[in-house]
Protein backbone atom coordinates (compact mmCIF):
# COMPACT_ATOMS: atom_id res chain seq x y z
CA UNK A 1 0.00 0.00 0.00
CA UNK A 2 1.64 3.05 -1.12
CA UNK A 3 1.77 5.59 1.58
CA UNK A 4 3.42 9.74 1.95
CA UNK A 5 5.98 8.99 4.92
CA UNK A 6 8.10 11.07 6.93
CA UNK A 7 10.30 10.55 9.70
CA UNK A 8 9.45 11.37 12.83
CA UNK A 9 11.58 9.78 15.61
CA UNK A 10 14.84 7.82 15.70
CA UNK A 11 14.46 4.65 12.70
CA UNK A 12 10.79 5.35 12.10
CA UNK A 13 9.25 5.96 9.10
CA UNK A 14 5.03 7.07 10.07
CA UNK A 15 2.57 7.66 7.68
CA UNK A 16 0.88 11.00 7.17
CA UNK A 17 -2.01 12.23 6.02
CA UNK A 18 -3.06 15.56 4.36
CA UNK A 19 -7.09 16.41 3.24
CA UNK A 20 -5.20 16.72 0.35
CA UNK A 21 -2.52 13.93 0.02
CA UNK A 22 -3.69 10.49 -0.78
CA UNK A 23 -7.97 11.03 0.29
CA UNK A 24 -9.67 13.75 -0.90
CA UNK A 25 -12.17 15.81 0.79
CA UNK A 26 -15.66 15.17 0.18
CA UNK A 27 -17.42 15.96 2.52
CA UNK A 28 -18.02 16.45 6.57
CA UNK A 29 -20.18 13.74 7.68
CA UNK A 30 -20.52 14.11 11.97
CA UNK A 31 -18.74 15.44 14.98
CA UNK A 32 -18.90 14.74 18.89
CA UNK A 33 -16.53 14.23 21.53
CA UNK A 34 -13.99 12.42 19.40
CA UNK A 35 -13.66 15.01 17.14
CA UNK A 36 -14.66 15.29 13.43
CA UNK A 37 -15.70 12.38 10.71
CA UNK A 38 -14.98 13.01 6.99
CA UNK A 39 -16.10 11.54 3.43
CA UNK A 40 -13.13 11.01 1.89
CA UNK A 41 -12.36 9.78 -1.99
CA UNK A 42 -9.20 7.57 -1.88
CA UNK A 43 -7.73 9.08 -5.56
CA UNK A 44 -6.21 5.84 -6.83
CA UNK A 45 -9.19 3.79 -6.73
CA UNK A 46 -12.08 6.73 -6.21
CA UNK A 47 -13.51 4.36 -3.42
CA UNK A 48 -14.96 6.41 -0.52
CA UNK A 49 -14.32 6.04 2.86
CA UNK A 50 -15.23 7.58 6.60
CA UNK A 51 -12.55 9.10 8.60
CA UNK A 52 -12.82 9.92 12.01
CA UNK A 53 -10.24 12.33 13.15
CA UNK A 54 -9.09 12.30 16.55
CA UNK A 55 -6.52 15.65 17.84
CA UNK A 56 -3.15 14.00 18.56
CA UNK A 57 -2.03 13.86 22.42
CA UNK A 58 -4.51 13.31 25.93
CA UNK A 59 -7.44 12.08 23.48
CA UNK A 60 -5.72 8.94 22.18
CA UNK A 61 -6.32 7.34 25.45
CA UNK A 62 -6.91 3.56 26.47
CA UNK A 63 -10.34 4.00 24.54
CA UNK A 64 -8.95 4.64 21.70
CA UNK A 65 -6.46 2.09 21.43
CA UNK A 66 -9.08 -0.17 22.67
CA UNK A 67 -11.45 0.87 19.64
CA UNK A 68 -8.36 0.35 17.36
CA UNK A 69 -7.21 -2.89 18.07
CA UNK A 70 -11.11 -4.71 18.43
CA UNK A 71 -12.61 -2.98 15.57
CA UNK A 72 -9.75 -4.38 13.56
CA UNK A 73 -10.50 -8.01 14.82
CA UNK A 74 -13.61 -7.85 13.54
CA UNK A 75 -14.36 -9.11 9.59
CA UNK A 76 -17.87 -9.56 8.61
CA UNK A 77 -20.59 -8.00 6.44
CA UNK A 78 -22.58 -6.53 9.08
CA UNK A 79 -19.89 -4.86 10.62
CA UNK A 80 -18.27 -1.91 8.96
CA UNK A 81 -14.99 -2.56 8.08
CA UNK A 82 -11.70 -1.26 9.88
CA UNK A 83 -8.95 -0.37 6.91
CA UNK A 84 -6.36 1.99 8.71
CA UNK A 85 -4.90 4.51 11.32
CA UNK A 86 -2.57 7.20 9.62
CA UNK A 87 -0.92 9.77 11.40
CA UNK A 88 -1.35 13.34 10.21
CA UNK A 89 0.42 16.55 11.41
CA UNK A 90 -2.39 17.05 13.87
CA UNK A 91 -4.74 14.14 14.29
CA UNK A 92 -5.17 10.69 13.96
CA UNK A 93 -7.07 9.36 11.07
CA UNK A 94 -8.85 6.19 11.28
CA UNK A 95 -9.90 5.22 7.75
CA UNK A 96 -13.15 2.80 7.73
CA UNK A 97 -15.71 1.57 5.27
CA UNK A 98 -18.07 4.15 4.09
CA UNK A 99 -22.12 3.51 4.07
CA UNK A 100 -24.10 5.14 2.35
CA UNK A 101 -27.50 4.61 3.01
CA UNK A 102 -27.02 6.48 6.78
CA UNK A 103 -28.46 5.80 9.72
CA UNK A 104 -30.80 3.24 10.81
CA UNK A 105 -32.35 6.00 13.30
CA UNK A 106 -32.80 8.62 10.62
CA UNK A 107 -34.43 5.56 8.32
CA UNK A 108 -36.96 5.11 11.75
CA UNK A 109 -37.48 8.93 11.60
CA UNK A 110 -38.69 9.17 8.72
CA UNK A 111 -40.96 6.24 8.46
CA UNK A 112 -42.23 6.66 11.96
CA UNK A 113 -42.13 3.08 12.74
CA UNK A 114 -41.30 -0.01 10.92
CA UNK A 115 -43.99 -3.03 9.49
CA UNK A 116 -42.65 -6.28 11.88
CA UNK A 117 -41.52 -7.48 8.43
CA UNK A 118 -38.72 -4.60 8.24
CA UNK A 119 -38.01 -4.59 11.62
CA UNK A 120 -37.07 -8.30 11.69
CA UNK A 121 -35.23 -8.09 8.90
CA UNK A 122 -32.94 -5.21 9.83
CA UNK A 123 -32.93 -7.47 13.74
CA UNK A 124 -31.35 -10.54 12.03
CA UNK A 125 -28.73 -8.69 10.56
CA UNK A 126 -28.12 -7.05 13.66
CA UNK A 127 -28.30 -10.00 15.62
CA UNK A 128 -25.72 -11.71 12.75
CA UNK A 129 -23.08 -9.10 13.34
CA UNK A 130 -22.88 -8.78 17.28
CA UNK A 131 -23.19 -12.91 17.38
CA UNK A 132 -19.86 -12.29 15.08
CA UNK A 133 -18.37 -9.79 17.58
CA UNK A 134 -18.89 -12.52 20.52
CA UNK A 135 -17.74 -15.29 19.04
CA UNK A 136 -14.78 -12.69 18.66
CA UNK A 137 -15.04 -11.78 22.39
CA UNK A 138 -15.68 -8.68 21.67
CA UNK A 139 -18.79 -6.60 23.71
CA UNK A 140 -20.04 -4.12 21.66
CA UNK A 141 -21.28 -2.17 24.67
CA UNK A 142 -23.18 0.81 23.08
CA UNK A 143 -25.25 -0.96 20.52
CA UNK A 144 -28.20 1.63 19.15
CA UNK A 145 -29.80 2.76 16.20
CA UNK A 146 -27.65 5.47 15.53
CA UNK A 147 -24.58 2.90 15.72
CA UNK A 148 -25.97 0.90 13.18
CA UNK A 149 -25.32 2.50 9.26
CA UNK A 150 -27.34 1.15 6.15
CA UNK A 151 -25.51 0.59 2.83
CA UNK A 152 -26.52 2.12 -0.08
CA UNK A 153 -28.29 -0.93 -1.67
CA UNK A 154 -32.15 -1.70 -2.68
CA UNK A 155 -32.49 -4.46 0.30
CA UNK A 156 -29.73 -2.65 2.67
CA UNK A 157 -27.18 -4.58 4.38
CA UNK A 158 -26.82 -3.12 8.63
CA UNK A 159 -23.76 -2.83 9.69
CA UNK A 160 -22.53 -1.86 13.47
CA UNK A 161 -19.87 0.77 13.47
CA UNK A 162 -18.31 2.21 16.54
CA UNK A 163 -16.53 0.46 19.17
CA UNK A 164 -15.49 3.19 21.48
CA UNK A 165 -17.01 1.35 24.30
CA UNK A 166 -15.93 -2.22 23.33
CA UNK A 167 -14.12 -4.81 25.10
CA UNK A 168 -12.62 -8.28 24.95
CA UNK A 169 -12.88 -10.62 26.83
CA UNK A 170 -9.39 -11.94 25.78
CA UNK A 171 -7.23 -8.57 25.71
CA UNK A 172 -9.33 -7.19 28.88
CA UNK A 173 -11.02 -7.85 32.24
CA UNK A 174 -14.92 -8.51 33.09
CA UNK A 175 -16.25 -4.75 31.99
CA UNK A 176 -17.75 -2.78 35.68
CA UNK A 177 -17.83 0.87 33.97
CA UNK A 178 -20.97 2.23 32.90
CA UNK A 179 -20.29 2.77 29.50
CA UNK A 180 -23.53 3.78 26.93
CA UNK A 181 -26.36 5.71 26.24
CA UNK A 182 -29.00 6.05 29.06
CA UNK A 183 -32.23 4.46 26.74
CA UNK A 184 -30.53 0.93 25.55
CA UNK A 185 -28.45 0.63 28.67
CA UNK A 186 -29.10 -3.08 30.48
CA UNK A 187 -30.40 -3.09 34.37
CA UNK A 188 -27.11 -4.85 35.46
CA UNK A 189 -24.70 -2.07 33.46
CA UNK A 190 -26.60 0.34 36.57
CA UNK A 191 -25.80 -1.89 39.49
CA UNK A 192 -21.65 -0.95 39.91
CA UNK A 193 -20.76 -4.69 39.88
CA UNK A 194 -18.82 -6.29 37.07
CA UNK A 195 -21.14 -7.39 34.00
CA UNK A 196 -21.40 -9.95 31.07
CA UNK A 197 -21.09 -7.23 28.26
CA UNK A 198 -22.33 -9.99 25.83
CA UNK A 199 -25.40 -10.35 27.76
CA UNK A 200 -25.90 -6.44 28.13
CA UNK A 201 -25.25 -6.58 24.12
CA UNK A 202 -28.57 -8.49 24.10
CA UNK A 203 -30.65 -5.94 26.05
CA UNK A 204 -29.16 -3.38 23.77
CA UNK A 205 -30.40 -5.31 20.45
CA UNK A 206 -33.88 -5.42 22.38
CA UNK A 207 -34.29 -1.51 22.77
CA UNK A 208 -33.33 -1.23 18.81
CA UNK A 209 -35.85 -4.04 18.24
CA UNK A 210 -38.41 -2.29 20.06
CA UNK A 211 -37.93 1.34 19.08
CA UNK A 212 -38.04 0.02 15.35
CA UNK A 213 -41.65 -1.55 16.02
CA UNK A 214 -43.26 0.83 18.33
CA UNK A 215 -41.23 4.05 16.77
CA UNK A 216 -40.40 5.28 20.61
CA UNK A 217 -37.97 4.35 23.55
CA UNK A 218 -39.29 1.23 25.64
CA UNK A 219 -38.46 2.80 29.24
CA UNK A 220 -38.95 6.63 28.97
CA UNK A 221 -41.54 7.84 30.75
CA UNK A 222 -44.18 8.86 28.34
CA UNK A 223 -45.25 12.35 30.42
CA UNK A 224 -41.32 12.85 30.88
CA UNK A 225 -39.28 11.44 28.03
CA UNK A 226 -36.21 13.43 28.39
CA UNK A 227 -35.86 12.56 31.93
CA UNK A 228 -32.63 10.39 32.77
CA UNK A 229 -33.57 9.64 36.14
CA UNK A 230 -36.87 8.27 35.32
CA UNK A 231 -36.09 5.98 32.23
CA UNK A 232 -32.99 4.72 34.72
CA UNK A 233 -35.60 3.77 37.41
CA UNK A 234 -38.25 2.50 34.37
CA UNK A 235 -35.17 0.37 33.12
CA UNK A 236 -34.42 -1.10 36.84
CA UNK A 237 -37.98 -2.01 37.18
CA UNK A 238 -38.04 -3.22 33.52
CA UNK A 239 -41.29 -1.00 32.97
CA UNK A 240 -42.55 -1.13 29.64
CA UNK A 241 -45.33 -1.47 27.43
CA UNK A 242 -46.46 -2.28 24.12
CA UNK A 243 -48.91 0.72 23.06
CA UNK A 244 -52.69 -0.15 21.26
CA UNK A 245 -52.13 0.86 18.45
CA UNK A 246 -48.74 -1.23 17.61
CA UNK A 247 -49.82 -4.34 16.43
CA UNK A 248 -47.12 -7.16 16.89
CA UNK A 249 -47.73 -10.79 16.93
CA UNK A 250 -47.52 -13.20 19.89
CA UNK A 251 -44.08 -14.68 18.76
CA UNK A 252 -42.30 -11.44 18.84
CA UNK A 253 -44.14 -10.19 21.76
CA UNK A 254 -42.56 -13.78 23.76
CA UNK A 255 -38.71 -12.79 22.06
CA UNK A 256 -38.99 -8.82 23.94
CA UNK A 257 -40.42 -10.44 26.79
CA UNK A 258 -37.68 -12.98 26.96
CA UNK A 259 -35.06 -10.15 25.69
CA UNK A 260 -36.51 -7.33 28.49
CA UNK A 261 -35.59 -9.50 32.05
CA UNK A 262 -33.80 -7.56 35.18
CA UNK A 263 -31.42 -10.71 35.46
CA UNK A 264 -28.62 -11.47 33.37
CA UNK A 265 -29.13 -15.14 33.97
CA UNK A 266 -32.29 -15.97 33.14
CA UNK A 267 -32.05 -13.34 30.10
CA UNK A 268 -32.29 -15.04 26.31
CA UNK A 269 -28.96 -15.58 24.75
CA UNK A 270 -27.72 -14.70 21.53
CA UNK A 271 -27.69 -18.69 20.36
CA UNK A 272 -31.65 -18.62 21.31
CA UNK A 273 -32.32 -15.88 19.49
CA UNK A 274 -31.34 -17.05 16.87
CA UNK A 275 -33.30 -19.85 17.17
CA UNK A 276 -36.57 -18.35 17.98
CA UNK A 277 -39.34 -18.82 15.77
CA UNK A 278 -39.78 -15.43 14.99
CA UNK A 279 -36.51 -14.55 14.14
CA UNK A 280 -36.40 -17.57 11.35
CA UNK A 281 -39.31 -16.62 9.58
CA UNK A 282 -38.05 -14.92 6.36
CA UNK A 283 -34.38 -15.47 7.39
CA UNK A 284 -32.01 -15.03 4.56
CA UNK A 285 -29.76 -17.79 3.21
CA UNK A 286 -26.60 -15.86 3.97
CA UNK A 287 -27.25 -14.90 7.50
CA UNK A 288 -27.64 -18.81 8.52
CA UNK A 289 -24.22 -19.95 8.03
CA UNK A 290 -21.28 -17.83 10.29
CA UNK A 291 -18.87 -18.89 8.19
CA UNK A 292 -20.38 -18.03 4.91
CA UNK A 293 -20.80 -14.47 6.07
CA UNK A 294 -17.01 -14.33 6.93
CA UNK A 295 -15.67 -15.44 3.82
CA UNK A 296 -18.14 -13.25 1.38
CA UNK A 297 -15.41 -10.27 3.18
CA UNK A 298 -12.19 -11.44 2.59
CA UNK A 299 -10.49 -8.94 0.54
CA UNK A 300 -7.21 -10.50 -0.81
CA UNK A 301 -6.49 -7.32 -2.82
CA UNK A 302 -5.91 -5.29 0.39
CA UNK A 303 -3.62 -6.35 2.92
CA UNK A 304 -4.88 -5.98 6.86
CA UNK A 305 -2.41 -3.15 8.42
CA UNK A 306 -0.23 -5.04 11.11
CA UNK A 307 -0.49 -4.71 14.57
CA UNK A 308 2.98 -3.49 15.15
CA UNK A 309 2.80 -0.38 12.91
CA UNK A 310 -0.82 0.45 14.55
CA UNK A 311 0.77 0.66 17.79
CA UNK A 312 3.50 1.91 16.25
CA UNK A 313 1.13 5.08 14.98
CA UNK A 314 -0.78 5.04 18.57
CA UNK A 315 2.10 5.58 21.02
CA UNK A 316 3.13 8.48 18.56
CA UNK A 317 -0.32 9.88 18.24
CA UNK A 318 -0.05 10.42 22.35
CA UNK A 319 2.33 13.11 21.66
CA UNK A 320 1.06 15.82 21.18
CA UNK A 321 1.20 18.40 17.66
CA UNK A 322 3.80 20.95 18.12
CA UNK A 323 2.73 24.12 18.33
CA UNK A 324 -1.05 22.92 18.27
CA UNK A 325 -4.10 25.44 19.12
CA UNK A 326 -6.76 22.62 19.46
CA UNK A 327 -8.78 20.96 16.87
CA UNK A 328 -9.58 23.68 15.09
CA UNK A 329 -6.39 24.64 13.45
CA UNK A 330 -6.21 21.45 11.28
CA UNK A 331 -9.70 20.69 10.52
CA UNK A 332 -10.87 24.48 10.36
CA UNK A 333 -14.42 23.58 11.05
CA UNK A 334 -15.75 24.69 14.87
CA UNK A 335 -17.28 21.17 16.58
CA UNK A 336 -19.93 21.43 19.37
CA UNK A 337 -18.39 18.46 21.74
CA UNK A 338 -20.38 17.04 24.20
CA UNK A 339 -19.46 16.93 27.72
CA UNK A 340 -18.99 13.58 29.71
CA UNK A 341 -21.66 13.11 32.69
CA UNK A 342 -19.52 13.37 35.69
CA UNK A 343 -21.22 11.71 38.83
CA UNK A 344 -24.85 11.08 38.69
CA UNK A 345 -25.87 11.95 42.36
CA UNK A 346 -23.88 15.63 41.94
CA UNK A 347 -27.20 17.47 40.69
CA UNK A 348 -31.01 16.60 42.19
CA UNK A 349 -31.83 18.43 38.76
CA UNK A 350 -30.70 16.43 36.06
CA UNK A 351 -32.43 16.25 33.14
CA UNK A 352 -30.92 14.24 30.14
CA UNK A 353 -32.28 13.45 26.93
CA UNK A 354 -32.04 9.50 27.26
CA UNK A 355 -30.97 9.29 24.13
CA UNK A 356 -27.62 10.70 24.86
CA UNK A 357 -24.37 9.44 25.54
CA UNK A 358 -22.94 8.64 29.30
CA UNK A 359 -19.64 7.33 30.47
CA UNK A 360 -18.70 7.40 34.12
CA UNK A 361 -16.34 4.62 35.45
CA UNK A 362 -17.32 2.92 38.68
Same mark, same amino acid.
Request: overall charge negative; proline content about 6%; aromatic content about 8%.
Given at each position: ???????????????????????????????????????????????????????????????????????????????????????????????????????????????????????????????????????????????? @???? $?? =?? %? +?????????????? /??????????????????????????????????????????????????????????????????????????????????????????????????????????????????? @???? $?? =?? %? +?????????????? /?????????????????????????????????????????????????????????
Amino acid at each position: MDRAAVTVGPGMDMPIMHDGDRYELVRDIGSGNFGVARLMRNRADGQLVAVKYIERGEKIDENVQREIINHRSLRHPNIIRFKEVILTPTHLAIVMEYASGGELFERICNAGRFSEDEARFFFQQLISGVSYCHSMQVCHRDLK @LENT $LL =DG %S +TAPRLKICDFGYSK /SSVLHSQPKSTVGTPAYIAPEVLLKKEYDGKVADVWSCGVTLYVMLVGAYPFEDPDEPKNFRKTIQRILGVQYSIPDYVHISPECQDLISRIFVANPATRITIPEIRNHPWFLKN @LPAD $LM =DD %S +TMSNHYEEPEQPMQ /SMDEIMQILAEATIPAAGSSGINQFLNDGLDLDDDMEDLDSDADLDLESSGEIVYAM
